[in-house]
């Protein structure tokens, strides 16, 4: 391992204390706090190799989005990491996707090479720069999401996007939202408050022109500011969920992402419970990846669930 900064990373992180990185500390106690006596360390930080031609960047954990964002804003691109000011490794731990998925990507299908320190103090690599290159277990989809309990990111590839020429947030009263989702060849977040439908387009002028005709079809859509206000709270509902009035009567205040699956709500959501199945498959990838336990202890990736 010639990097330096890996080195020190892996030496810092060790192998026999629990530890866990701090990150941004936006999300911090997503699936739980840490347990008593953990350390915390922090992940190296910068942009290690950028190649626009190829659409990706290879980019340190402790990396914060926004900084990272405004390199690549520099040759007109972004990635599909949340901007809410959270670092990079943060941002793949904690798995959520950005409000426009639809037009970025999900965050899990960006990542195409991670290094992280394992629970045993050792530098592993899963994944290429290049998706024809790679073989075997698809480590980077497992480490998204993981919340730092498989092992504690050092750098990443990341797939990069370009930023869209023209962007344009319009809403509507009279408008169907799961219409206008299904009606829009490539819309980059359609929401809906229960009243109004709001629709984020994003590309060149004329492919934005011919979505706005298709959305005059549909309602009396006006150009706005942009999205409503989002409660705090994120729920998961399938589009049958979200069209049952009774599902989101519980939710207080709340957004719909639809064709996502995310609603944003004022309440906290209860969680059903988990399949017995599930938990067992949880338990023994934890066992493998961390059998004695130290990576980020009281975090419980189930409960963390987005």
């Known amino acids: 391992m010639s990097d330096q900064a890996l080195v020190d990373f892996c030496e810092l992180v060790g192998s026999h204390d629990p530890v866990s990185v701090t990150g941004g500390t936006t999300r911090f106690d997503l699936g739980g706090s840490l347990s008593e006596g953990t350390r915390l360390v922090n992940a190296p930080k910068g942009i290690l190799r950028y190649l626009p031609d190829e659409m990706t960047v ?13 390199a690549l804003a520099e040759k007109g691109q972004r990635t599909s990491l949340p901007e809410r ?36 103090g050792r530098l592993i690599s899963g994944g290429g720069p290049t998706v024809k290159n790679v073989t075997g277990f698809d480590l980077p ?5 993981s919340l730092g309990t498989l092992g504690l990111i050092g750098d990443v590839i990341l797939r990069t996007n370009p930023i869209p020429a023209v962007s344009l947030w319009l809403a509507a009263e009279d408008a169907d939202p799961f219409a206008a989702r299904n009606s829009l060849a490539r819309a980059s977040v359609v929401l809906w408050d229960g009243t109004r439908t709001y629709v984020h387009l994003e590309g060149h002028g004329g492919d934005i022109a011919a979505e706005q005709a298709v959305l005059a079809s549909l309602g009396r859509f006006e150009e706005v500011a942009g999205p409503p206000v989002l409660p705090p709270h994120r729920w998961s509902l399938s589009p049958a969920q979200l069209s049952d009035d009774a599902s989101l009567a519980t939710a207080g205040i709340f957004v719909a992402s639809i064709g996502v699956g995310t609603v944003f ?40 669930r987005p």
């Open 58 to 70: 290879q980019v340190r954990a402790g990396t914060s989005v926004a900084d990272l964002h405004e």
């Open 85 to 120: 000011g959270g670092s990079v490794g943060g941002a793949l731990a904690v798995g959520e996707n950005d409000l426009h998925v639809l037009g970025r990507g999900r965050v899990r299908e960006s990542l195409l090479q991670v290094r992280y320190v394992s629970a045993d």
């Open 141 to 145: 989809r497992l480490i998204v999401g």
């Open 265 to 304: 709500a004022s309440r906290r959501q209860l969680r059903t419970s988990v399949s017995p199945a599930l938990i067992a498959l949880t338990e023994r990838v934890k066992a493998a990846f961390d059998p004695t336990g130290r990576l980020s202890p009281g975090r419980d990736v189930l409960q963390g």
